[in-house]
């Protein structure tokens, strides 16, 4: 599962666990971004995002941590990292989850075509978010969309399965936007995030300045 997770919330941990039990997963990693190209490169340093995950999973067994784009001075590239794993795991069905907006621009990504040779692709309907894939995209969509996880489970990777998550409205940048304004943020992260981003100084007005 892909994401900046600066920081991860609930909405990602809901995502996640739904993802994992409703594909039946042997282990779900979350693996941040280390230096986007797609966006400004305004993320909070890669220490405290790895941190705070490890704190949010510590206590849900089969969700880890793949900290590889984070230990790369490189820009961070899903076709790369999706390389490294399909040579560590070789014979395994793989999914990889992002969410619809991500996957609306997933014919920008670099050698999106080729991802389909490793991954299968688990789209996560998000609120407020429809399926706008341009021409592209769309014409992978038509011969690779499968509706259900079991069509998945026949190969090890080229499919596109969209699977709908229950409504769950929470952003990283509306906890970035309610730290910064000195409001609680306990309905939106794990207490563990909360202190963390607490005793660290996190999203405060004089940090982002």
């Given at each position: 599962?892909?994401?900046?997770?600066d920081?991860?919330?609930n909405?990602?941990?809901?995502i996640?666990?739904?993802?994992q039990?409703?594909?039946?997963?042997?282990?779900?990693?979350?693996?941040?971004?280390?230096?986007?190209v797609?966006?400004?490169?305004?993320l909070?340093p890669?220490?405290?995002?790895?941190?705070?995950?490890?704190?949010?999973?510590?206590?849900?067994?089969?969700?880890?941590?793949?900290?590889?784009e984070?230990?790369?001075?490189?820009?961070?590239?899903?076709?790369?990292?999706?390389?490294?794993i399909?040579?560590?795991?070789?014979?395994?069905?793989?999914?990889?989850?992002?969410?619809?907006?991500?996957?609306?621009?997933?014919?920008?990504?670099?050698h999106?075509?080729?991802?389909?040779?490793?991954?299968?692709?688990?789209?996560a309907?998000?609120?407020?978010?429809?399926?706008?894939?341009?021409?592209?995209?769309?014409?992978?969509?038509?011969?690779?969309?499968v509706?259900?996880?079991?069509?998945?489970?026949?190969s090890?990777?080229?499919?596109?399965?969209?699977l709908?998550?229950?409504k769950?409205?929470?952003?990283?940048?509306?906890?970035r936007?309610?730290?910064?304004?000195?409001?609680?943020?306990d309905?939106?992260?794990?207490?563990?995030?909360?202190?963390?981003?607490e005793?660290?100084?996190l999203?405060?007005a004089?940090?982002?300045a």
């Open positions: 599962m892909g994401g900046m997770f920081p991860v919330h909405g990602h941990l809901n996640a666990l739904g993802t039990q409703r594909l039946q997963l042997d282990r779900l990693a979350l693996l941040p971004c280390g230096m986007p797609h966006r400004a490169n305004n909070t890669a220490v405290h995002r790895l941190a705070m995950l490890h704190l949010a999973l510590q206590d849900y067994a089969g969700l880890v941590v793949d900290d590889r984070c230990l790369e001075p490189a820009p961070s590239y899903a076709f790369n990292s999706l390389q490294a399909r040579r560590e795991n070789p014979d395994a069905v793989l999914y990889y989850l992002l969410g619809q907006d991500a996957f609306n621009k997933f014919q920008t990504w670099y999106w075509r080729e991802i389909f040779g490793l991954t299968h692709i688990v789209v309907a998000r609120p407020g978010t429809t399926a706008e894939p341009g021409a592209e995209l769309s014409g992978e969509l038509r011969t690779r969309k509706e259900s996880a079991e069509e998945m489970k026949q090890t990777c080229g499919k596109i399965f969209t709908e998550m229950p769950l409205d929470i952003s990283s940048t509306m906890v936007e309610r730290v910064s304004r000195h409001e609680s943020i309905d939106l992260v794990p207490t563990s995030v909360a202190d963390y981003i005793t660290n100084g999203y405060t004089e940090k982002n």
